[in-house]
């Protein structure tokens, strides 16, 4: 079954709008999410079902789960919400009024609770310069990676606030070990303590190894600015050991991003399979 093409498409659209939704009125949500899905083409718009709404309508999607809370010394919040849409495109206006479109088609099941805007940066650069999934698999190794066998995927989101000022004033060879790359040429210091940021996530050094797709652009707004982090999986486990080991629950060594950035959202999603007219929500709406 083919699976929403926005989520590995390339190259990643200029603008994007992340809409988090909460529940309102439960008894509405089959009309609701009827009158979404002729809209989720999961090219320009994507759609992310939270635990919450499953549990709404009597259903068990199996593989999901809400974001955890780690026992760590480093906060990772979870703040699930109910339904996530992924607004994607090259016009930001067009986004916004898309955006508000969709609260009003999804009132009263669902209230908007948080909405995110995010940009791409210098073709894909994070705020702090450096460049932002290098190390993700492409093509079928992509598709492996991050869509299941029935074509759905699982996505993990959350919003990092850098303290860009603070890290703007470190020397350079600070900001590099940071991360573990160099920021003139996006090498990989051979040298770089083990609290870099590569070495926490090396991919290939979990076992078994946790391969997941990024599709994170940059944010900014009264919050702050940073990084709204997508990571996509066959199942949520790749991106939750790596989020473990970053955190020091594995070893005790704690990611160096945290040295200056901090999740302030956590949510887990469920991005079903399209069916041949719209996205196939059958798990969740037959009867």
């Keep these: 079954m083919p699976f929403q093409q926005g989520l590995l498409a390339k190259p990643v659209p200029a603008h994007a709008r992340h809409l988090f939704f909460s529940l309102q009125s439960p008894e509405a949500l089959p009309a609701a999410l009827d009158a979404l899905l002729p809209q989720v083409d999961g090219l320009q718009l994507i759609l992310g079902i939270g635990a919450p709404l499953a549990r709404a309508l009597g259903r068990d999607v199996p593989g999901l789960r809400v974001f955890p809370l780690l026992d760590a010394a480093v906060e990772n919040p979870s703040t699930q ?9 090259n016009e930001r206006g ?9 609260e009003h088609t999804l009132a009263p099941a669902l209230r908007l609770a948080d909405s995110v805007e995010g940009f791409l940066h210098r073709g894909g650069r994070d705020l702090t310069g450096y460049e932002d999934g290098t190390e993700n698999p492409v093509d079928e190794d992509a598709e492996q990676a991050a869509i299941a066998a029935d074509g759905s995927s699982f996505a993990a989101f959350q919003l990092w606030k850098h303290d860009l000022e ?9 900001q590099d070990n940071i991360i573990g790359r160099r920021l003139s040429d996006n090498e990989e ?41 997508v990571a996509l999986g066959h199942s949520f486990d790749a991106f939750e050991v790596q989020l473990r080991r970053m955190s020091g629950l594995e070893d005790g060594i704690i990611d160096g991003l945290y040295r200056f950035s901090r999740p302030l959202t956590g949510g887990y999603y469920w991005c079903p399979p399209m069916g041949e007219a719209a996205v196939d929500l059958s798990q969740l709406l037959q009867a």
């Design 189 to 229: 210091l051979e040298d770089a303590p083990e609290s870099a940021h590569v070495k926490r996530t090396a991919q290939e050094s979990f076992e078994p190894e946790a391969f997941m797709v990024r599709r994170s652009v940059s944010w900014a707004d009264q919050r702050g600015a940073g990084l709204a982090f």
């Design 81 to 89: 919400h109910a339904l996530w849409l992924w607004l994607r495109g």
């Design 166 to 174: 603070y890290f703007k004033s470190l020397p350079q060879a600070d």
């Design 94 to 102: 067009d986004l916004l009024l898309r955006a508000q479109a969709l």
